[in-house]
T-cell receptor, first 117, second 115 residues
Framework: AAGVIQSPRHLIKEKRETATLKCYPIPRHDTVYWYQQGPGQDPQFLISFYEKMQSDKGSIPDRFSAQQFSDYHSELNMSSLELGDSALYFC????????????????FGEGSRLTVL | AQSVTQLDSHVSVSEGTPVLLRCNYSSSYSPSLFWYVQHPNKGLQLLLKYTSAATLVKGINGFEAEFKKSETSFHLTKPSAHMSDAAEYFCVVSDRGSTLGRLYFGRGTQLTVWP
């Protein structure tokens, strides 16, 4: 079965540079979520989109932005990178219309590991 | 507000012995509770979930968890550990009244299985 695809899997950037992470949800899933997991930390919710509109916002820095496109894929844009942005970034998807989101059944990708030097 | 507390950051067991990973939750609403597992360099995989049906929930790979409202607990158990169970386990709560799907993760419990 198709899973959530994230790219790139690994990314190395310098401070103050910009990075873009991509997420391709499971087909027919209408909601995408972004989570950030710092070293040794639990995943923290950043932002989510439902039907291409922002549906919820968590602890996402102002330097970060995200959007969901017409084909439902999503991109997380990170600018003015700081050392503290080094983390594993997870994308997850769900089919909200089926009520799966309220049941917490999110399907996670394998993550994109960002290292800021 | 929703939150979970995982009482142990590390648990070590011998292969073939029982596993107990403890989790207490706090929720302003009727919660949905989950356990997710994360193997090294892998994504998060749903093990099991509680959403108001039976309080004893069975998941994949022989894991189960019991929702105890009086104790605000949702401990994860397995009768016999296998080497492949070694991973990070996250207890997670979601506000069942929300359709937004935001999950609140515990700090995780690293399970080590000795041969």
């Amino acid at each position: 079965a198709a899973g959530v695809i994230q790219s790139p899997r690994h990314l190395i950037k310098e401070k103050r540079e910009t990075a873009t992470l991509k997420c391709y949800p499971i087909p027919r899933h209408d909601t995408v979520y972004w989570y950030q997991q710092g070293p040794g930390q639990d995943p923290q919710f950043l932002i989510s989109f439902y039907e291409k509109m922002q549906s919820d916002k968590g602890s996402i820095p102002d330097r970060f932005s995200a959007q969901q496109f017409s084909d439902y894929h999503s991109e997380l844009n990170m600018s003015s990178l700081e050392l503290g942005d080094s983390a594993l970034y997870f994308c997850a998807s769900s089919n909200t219309e089926r009520g799966a989101a309220s049941a917490g059944e999110l399907f996670f990708g394998e993550g994109s590991r960002l290292t800021v030097l | 507000a929703q939150s979970v507390t995982q009482l142990d950051s590390h648990v070590s067991v011998s292969e073939g012995t029982p596993v107990l990973l403890r989790c207490n939750y706090s929720s302003s609403y009727s919660p949905s509770l989950f356990w997710y597992v994360q193997h090294p360099n892998k994504g998060l995989q749903l093990l099991l979930k509680y959403t108001s049906a039976a309080t004893l929930v069975k998941g994949i790979n022989g894991f189960e968890a019991e929702f105890k409202k009086s104790e605000t607990s949702f401990h994860l158990t397995k009768p016999s550990a296998h080497m492949s169970d070694a991973a990070e386990y996250f207890c997670v709560v979601s506000d069942r009244g929300s359709t937004l799907g935001r999950l609140y993760f515990g700090r995780g419990t690293q399970l080590t299985v000795w041969p």
